[in-house]
């Protein structure tokens, strides 16, 4: 007797049909064995699977048994090919219709006592589901809203009887639907927190409306990393369209909340400056999603920026350019996509005391030099928006509380949609004015082409059709200066 | 790379530099400018490495002044005020001459390499007693600064700690009978005890380029900034004047919101009527 159920092997991002076929004959000893490129969790699959049909009311067959994941050439990992694994025995044994598991692709984790856990990637595979032409997914309960996003009827179980029940036609299970609950904005840190730094919190807006990267440069205590940090509250809305996609890097990575559907806040991560370059940018044997995925559509906040290592710092440069990552690994290559708004802080010197009049700056030249340099030309390059934030005096801390961040949110929200709509074309003395500048200023082709793209930001968010020449003058303030690389 | 040797007694030996107590006898050149660049009126400007904002700014107006009237800057290529000096005399398109304390092939320091090509394109020189392939060494450096000192009819003094190397080129210049100027700084900057001490014992304050100009018997050009013909600019130079040092506090002075200020800042930097740098804004234009 075969058995033979569909599943998805993920390759980075990228779900691959897996067929898996169990194969009964007799023979002198029972024997249990996988085959395909199975990897070592793969392998404990066969412990975790009959004991987990065991301890439900299905037998186990005494017999030879050959489970084969097909393609066999395609390296499998994990534990999400479990319940396919256990439901071809029993469709090879009799004990389920084998024709009904066939219309269905499977994805879970078993559990000793035939419990059905969620894996990493749920989504992922149900897109492939609906794509191989599949319209029903067998999955854990906990992650069948997340399983529908993707179009398909997620039928949720929490245990291998249940699931055999249902192909048995014993049980009713409503597939999940599609449905997005309205979910109260998450709490996070509120921009009125901030007192003074208009030019920053300027910035800020800027960002959030053009998603530009910032750097904030200023002696520690300015509230440099107070502001990055709230950058997520007056970010719009994620589309559905990016919602999915964020969705699903969080699926792969693991990094989904058990029973979440859809991501719908831009995600934030702040990864401290130890971190390699695979945490960074991704990587593993099989690879996997880093931060600058994992802050894709949202914010990457790089506290520090000169205390991460050279290796991270140069691995930065293509996903800010290109807006994806590649990872090629034995194990495969992973395309991740990586779109977020970086924003990232630095001291002006190693010992902190540059900018700020209070204190007096003992680094040497030298050393500073040696700092700045760390951050190449090329990286500051990449940043359209760079502001130097001094030490704020007093009478600033004292003034009251400033705009909140649902305030600055609606504008931001307004900027976006305009940009989305039309973009601000410049007027000929806008361009005469960056024309001169590049004349004036050391500026770069690159950097002229940021300038240009943040004018068009503060167009759209003065709610201009048109780039004003004070439009260009406003964001030729944020250009990155040739100052911060050379004392 | 053209190098030129001048020998002491050679006709094109640099006429000041022979009055020194212990001139070098020989100089090696480096830049296709003739020798005589060396006999035209030139400012040594020079000051500290680890200068300030202010130091560096006022540097660079003090250079581009100087260099627009037609003077030679001169200074040491190191960082800070010595690298705004060239970099000002370059940016009004003049002469300037770098004096270095190591072997005439080398640039140091090597982030200034590009400076040192700069300096040469734009009609100056790299000058150096040393030979090719002589390593850089401290003690070389104060045996450079009677070179500078001794190659400018004035030297000014931008910013000094108290015990700074360009303390010890205005000294050389008091020997030689040069004038020196000082710039006036903060009393309780560390960066300009050097600098306010040399005023103590008697050297002419550069309050100006007017000033430097004076030393060298020159006049002053009618300066190039125009300043943009926009209220809000206006009202932003005229607080910067008064002394509002960040955007922040030029918008709590003027009323006039972030986006504003930065758009105006801009539109005065670009007229080369302000510097902004690392977030202080300075006036570029002296009264």
């Known amino acids: 007797m075969l058995g033979r159920a569909i599943t998805f092997a993920l390759v980075g991002l990228e779900p691959r049909r897996v067929e898996v076929e169990a194969h009964l004959r007799t023979g002198q000893q029972p024997a249990f064995s996988i085959v395909g490129l199975a990897d070592r969790a793969c392998q404990e699959a066969k412990h975790r699977v009959r004991s987990g049909v065991h301890s439900s009311r299905f037998a186990w067959p005494d017999q030879v048994i050959t489970v084969n994941l097909a393609p066999a050439a395609l390296r499998k990992e994990g534990t999400g090919f479990d319940i396919a694994i256990a439901l071809t025995v029993l469709a090879a044994s009799g004990q389920l219709p084998a024709a009904r598991l066939a219309e269905h692709a499977c994805i879970g984790e078993l559990g000793l006592d035939g419990r059905i856990r969620g894996v990493s990637g749920t989504i992922a595979a149900a897109e492939g589901a609906a794509r191989a032409g599949l319209t029903r997914l067998l999955c ?20 291998i009887a249940e699931a055999v029940g249902y192909l048995r036609g014993e049980e009713e299970i409503v597939p999940a639907s599609r449905t997005t609950d309205p979910r109260s904005p998450p709490d996070l ?8 730094q208009e030019r920053g919190r300027r910035a800020l807006e800027l960002a959030a409306t053009g998603a530009h990267n910032l750097l904030l440069a200023g002696p520690p205590g300015t509230g440099k990393t107070m502001l990055g940090r709230r950058l997520p509250s007056i970010l719009p809305p994620l589309t559905q369209e990016e919602a999915l996609e964020v969705t699903r890097i969080h699926s792969v990575a693991g990094t989904l909340a058990p029973g979440s559907g859809l991501v719908q806040a831009p995600p934030f991560r702040a990864p401290h400056h130890g971190a390699s370059a695979a945490a960074i940018i991704g990587g593993g044997t099989v690879p996997r999603p880093g ?35 590649s990872v090629a690994r034995v194990g495969g290559r992973g395309l991740f996509p990586a779109r977020f708004r970086l924003v990232a802080t630095m001291n002006l010197c190693p010992c902190g005391g540059r900018g ?20 190449s030309r090329a990286l500051l390059d990449r940043f359209d928006l760079v502001v130097a934030m001094p030490r704020p005096r007093a009478e600033e801390l004292a003034a009251g509380p400033a705009e909140s961040s649902a305030v600055v949110r609606a504008r931001v929200v ?10 601000p074309r410049r007027t000929g003395a ?15 082709g690159r950097g002229r082409a940021r300038v240009a793209r943040v004018a068009r930001t503060v167009a759209a968010l003065a709610g201009s059709t048109d780039v004003l020449p004070e439009h260009v003058a406003e964001a030729l303030a944020y250009r990155s200066p040739t100052g911060l690389t050379s004392p | 790379m053209t190098v030129s040797v001048v020998r002491r007694g050679d006709g094109s030996y640099p006429a000041l530099l022979a009055q020194i107590p212990d001139p070098p006898s020989r100089l090696w050149l480096r830049g296709d400018a003739p020798p005589e660049l060396l006999d035209r009126p030139a400012v040594a400007i020079v000051g500290a490495r680890a200068c300030s904002g202010y130091g560096r700014s006022v540097a660079r107006l003090l250079a581009t002044e100087a260099a627009a009237a037609g003077a030679v800057v001169i200074s040491g290529m190191a960082r800070g005020v010595d690298g705004e000096a060239h970099r000002g005399a370059l940016a009004a398109g003049g002469a300037t001459v770098a004096v270095l304390g190591c072997g005439i092939d080398r640039d140091y320091p090597a982030a200034h390499a590009e400076l040192a090509g700069a300096i040469v394109a734009a009609g100056g ?33 931008v910013e000094a700690r108290e015990r700074s190397g360009a303390l010890i080129t205005a000294d050389f210049a008091l020997e030689d009978g040069r004038e020196v100027l000082a710039v006036p700084g903060e009393i309780t900057s560390a960066l300009s005890a050097g600098t306010n001490a040399l005023l103590r014992i008697g050297a002419t304050p550069a309050t100006s380029s007017a000033d430097v100009l004076e030393a060298l018997g020159l006049e002053a050009q009618p300066p190039m900034q125009t300043i943009p013909d926009d209220p809000v600019a206006a009202a932003v130079l005229n607080a910067v004047r008064a002394g509002a040092g960040t955007p922040d506090e030029l918008s709590r002075a003027t009323g006039v919101g972030a986006g504003e200020i930065a758009a105006a800042l801009a539109l005065l930097e670009l007229a080369g009527a302000v510097a902004v740098d690392e977030g202080m804004v300075r006036s570029t234009i002296a009264r």
């Open chain 1, 414 to 423: 307004d900027g976006v949609s305009q940009l989305r709509s039309a973009l």
């Open chain 1, 291 to 325: 931060e600058v995925s994992l802050a894709h559509r949202g914010v990457l906040l790089l506290d520090e920026l000169p205390e991460f290592t050279r290796a991270v710092l140069e691995a930065l440069r293509q996903p800010l350019e290109d807006g994806v990552v």
């Open chain 1, 430 to 444: 806008a361009s005469e004015l960056l024309d001169s500048a590049v004349d004036r200023l050391p500026l770069t």
């Open chain 1, 140 to 159: 854990s309960a906990d992650s069948a809203r997340e399983a529908a996003l993707a179009g398909i009827h997620a039928v949720g179980v929490r245990h």
């Open chain 2, 125 to 157: 020189l790299v000058v150096s007693e040393y030979e090719p392939g002589v390593e850089p060494a401290p003690w070389r450096f104060p045996a450079r600064n009677r070179i500078i000192a001794g190659l400018a009819r004035a030297t000014v003094v």
């Open chain 1, 356 to 375: 700020d009049p209070r204190l007096q700056c003992s680094c040497s030249p030298a050393r500073i030099a040696a700092y700045r340099e760390k951050v």
């Open chain 1, 189 to 196: 840190p509120d921009l009125a927190d901030v007192r003074g």
